[in-house]
């Protein structure tokens, strides 16, 4: 059972806010709503909730203004943005604005529920995620999703791009094929493929063939490691 959460929800339609407010409170949350930006922002910034919960069309004081406003007064609760805005320059904007998380509308409550549940732990550990990771000359932005080596651009598939963040993220550590198959795939079981053989070749043709030292290595009967270079 995870602890109960302190939850403002930031939403100017008042029967998406309802059923926000209902489905938090049944979850065993205790959920408060501020129905336009300045109301949001006020109470966002004078009281301690442990996430945020804010749509981006708001009247008085529009939901990317209120989190920089936020931000600027050092306020640093975990802000998950909820939106119809669902392009990828929405989402970024979003996130460079202060933003933690992104969902959009529509959306299933069970998904929601989990994302402000590990932005909560996230608050409590302290931690907060890089936003670019970097290998020798590799460069991955998580915000943008643009990969570069040595300045130049590499286009990644959406798969190959997760694939990728994950190997970097643990960069000089062997990453097994279970931990790629469940934080990559979402699998919880082998489905006995070679799924991960050709996604690691694809990715390995994309961002060592040209270039020394190769990063990607495979190490035989555990894994898989980027590192830079051959040490």
């Known amino acids: 059972m995870s602890s109960i959460m302190r939850i403002l929800i930031i939403e100017d339609d008042s029967e998406a806010a309802n059923y926000l407010v209902k489905a938090l409170r ?23 909730y442990d996430v945020l919960i804010v749509d981006r069309m708001l009247p008085k004081l529009d939901g990317l203004s209120l989190i920089g406003g936020l931000r600027a007064q050092k306020v640093e609760t975990p802000v998950l943005i909820l939106s119809a805005l669902g392009q ?6 979003g996130l460079r604005a202060g933003g933690d998380d992104y969902l959009t ?12 549940e590990v932005l909560s732990r996230r608050k409590l550990s302290g931690a907060s995620e890089e936003t670019i ?14 990969l570069t080596r040595n300045g130049k651009e590499i286009v ?3 798969r190959e791009f997760r694939l990728l963040e994950y190997l970097m993220k643990h960069a000089g550590q062997v990453v097994t094929r279970t931990m790629l198959l ?23 043709a994309k961002i060592d063939k040209g270039f020394e030292p190769q990063l990607l290595q495979t190490i035989r009967g555990a894994g898989y490691m980027i590192r830079d270079g051959h040490r």
């Open 26 to 48: 049944e979850s065993g949350h205790v959920a408060d709503h501020a129905a336009d930006g300045l109301e949001g922002y006020e109470k966002a910034r004078d009281s301690t």
């Open 105 to 116: 509308k529509p959306y299933a409550f069970s998904e929601l529920l989990a994302r402000i």
């Open 182 to 204: 469940e934080n990559v795939w979402d699998y919880h079981f082998d489905p006995q493929t070679n799924v991960i053989d050709v996604h690691i070749s694809r990715l390995r």
């Open 88 to 93: 990828v320059d929405d989402r970024v904007k």
């Open 156 to 158: 990644l598939q959406p």
């Open 133 to 146: 990771y970097r290998v020798g000359g590799l460069e991955l932005d998580r915000l943008s999703h643009k």
